[in-house]
T-cell receptor, first 112, second 115 residues
Framework: QKEVEQNSGPLSVPEGAIASLNCTYS??????FFWYRQYSGKSPELIMFIYSNGDKEDGRFTAQLNKASQYVSLLIRDSQPSDSATYLCAVNGRGATNKLIFGTGTLLAVQP | GAVVSQHPSRVICKSGTSVKIECRSL??????MFWYRQFPKQSLMLMATSNEGSKATYEQGVEKDKFLINHASLTLSTLTVTSAHPEDSSFYICSARSGVRTEAFFGQGTRLTVV
């Protein structure tokens, strides 16, 4: 089982719709969860982070965390073509290096 | 968000030569820096983690003598690809984190082409 799993997609949604991106993780002791956006040929950009169970909203983005189910999601409301990118879920690993463990990413395509 | 600057953004070098990539945190002290490699249409692969003032911790399968990492100050880390070969051609990305925060910020990445 991979440490952080995401559906590779592509996830195709029409412009204006809600895009729902999902991620599961294997380490029940993980404490911090992140969503990054990566445009083709560019480096990842931090969108949101969440530490506590429940929802966290920032503009059109909502991160949801359920530690009991080891599940974290990202909702994008009113999706725009400019949101088309690969979305990477990352989880803070435990241990001395405390490194981020990334999923393989979900490609989102917003259709105009 | 915090700013991480990576230089150069693109480099072409001849096989057998060495290339140095710099990663700087511009507005915060980066106690930890991470170096990643990404091949086309693949996910990020962590190469090594470095903490300021100490030796880097390399991931399994990454040759520490080939990918030299130096993190001499709280704002600068360098990755040197020694004796580069065409198979080292990739997108190299650094990220930096301050000790008081858990989120990491990425540099712009360096596209290395070895000919």
């Amino acid at each position: 089982q991979k440490e952080v799993e995401q559906n590779s997609g592509p996830l195709s949604v029409p412009e204006g719709a809600i895009a729902s991106l999902n991620c599961t993780y294997s380490d029940r002791g993980s404490q911090s969860f992140f969503w990054y956006r990566q445009y083709s040929g560019k480096s990842p950009e931090l969108i949101m982070f969440i530490y506590s169970n429940g929802d966290k909203e920032d503009g059109r983005f909502t991160a949801q965390l359920n530690k009991a189910s080891q599940y974290v999601s990202l909702l994008i409301r009113d999706s725009q073509p400019s949101d088309s990118a690969t979305y990477l879920c990352a989880v803070n690993g435990r241990g001395a290096t405390n490194k981020l463990i990334f999923g393989t990413g979900t490609l989102l395509a917003v259709q105009p | 968000g915090a700013v991480v600057s990576q230089h150069p953004s693109r480099v072409i070098c001849k096989s057998g030569t060495s290339v140095k990539i710099e990663c700087r945190s511009l507005d915060f002290q980066a106690t930890t820096m991470f170096w990643y490699r990404q091949f086309p249409k693949q996910s990020l692969m962590l190469m090594a983690t470095s903490n300021e003032g100490s030796k880097a911790t390399y991931e399994q399968g990454v040759e520490k003598d080939k990918f030299l990492i130096n993190h001499a100050s709280l704002t600068l880390s360098t990755l040197t690809v020694t004796s580069a070969h065409p198979e080292d051609s990739s997108f190299y990305i650094c990220s930096a984190r301050s000790g008081v925060r858990t989120e990491a910020f990425f540099g712009q990445g360096t596209r290395l082409t070895v000919v």
